[in-house]
């Protein structure tokens, strides 16, 4: 979604409010695509401070389905996103001072809503995702989901070629 920012940076300098729907179905990652299940509205406000310098803020909340990291299933994730962005559009990113944010989002007049949000709910991705706290996974040998139920599969055992290490441990074990 765009919004247009000409308000904000003609002489008049007219602050831009707006609420407008979030128009990302899906969050695509080089780890895979993860679909967008829900979301509110996104209320932006965009005002003039100084010069070519704009404050930007951006609330909503969405929820997400990603799998669970052991036994693969789609788990709930929400984020709720509160931001705010200082940016400065008359300098390019390499001229970027530690109080200002990158403008990447903003071409020309127009302000990329789903880009913008899309860097925030990247620095908020979760490292781990579980279903619950005590997910057992999956079977190494069938796959089967060890959270509903057990299989038949023998133990593989650990790998012969780790039993000098392991030995090592038995012997220097602390007490």
């Known amino acids: 979604m765009l919004i247009n920012l000409s308000d ?57 389905l990603i799998p669970c990291d052991r036994c693969l299933e789609d788990v709930r994730y929400d984020f709720v996103i509160n931001c705010t962005k200082h940016v400065d559009i008359g300098l390019s990113d390499a ?15 127009h302000l990329d809503v789903d880009k913008m949000l899309f860097s925030e709910i990247l620095s908020e991705w979760p490292e781990k995702v579980l279903c619950r706290d005590d997910c057992k996974g999956l079977c190494r040998v069938c796959g089967q989901n060890l959270n509903t139920g057990s299989c038949d599969c023998e133990d593989p055992g650990l790998d012969p070629r780790m039993s000098v290490v392991r030995d090592l441990f038995k012997n220097f074990k602390e007490v």
């Not at 003039?48 to 909503?60: F, V």
């Open 95 to 109: 001229e970027l001072t530690e109080e200002l944010d990158e403008s990447n989002f903003i071409d020309g007049y």
């Open 8 to 64: 904000v940076l003609s002489d008049q300098h007219k602050t831009v409010e707006e609420t407008v729907p979030l128009t990302m179905e899906t969050i695509h990652l080089r780890s895979g695509d993860y679909p967008v299940i829900k979301s509110e509205p996104v209320h932006v406000r965009a005002e003039h401070i100084k010069g070519k310098e704009l404050l930007i803020t951006a609330d909503t909340a969405l929820t997400v």
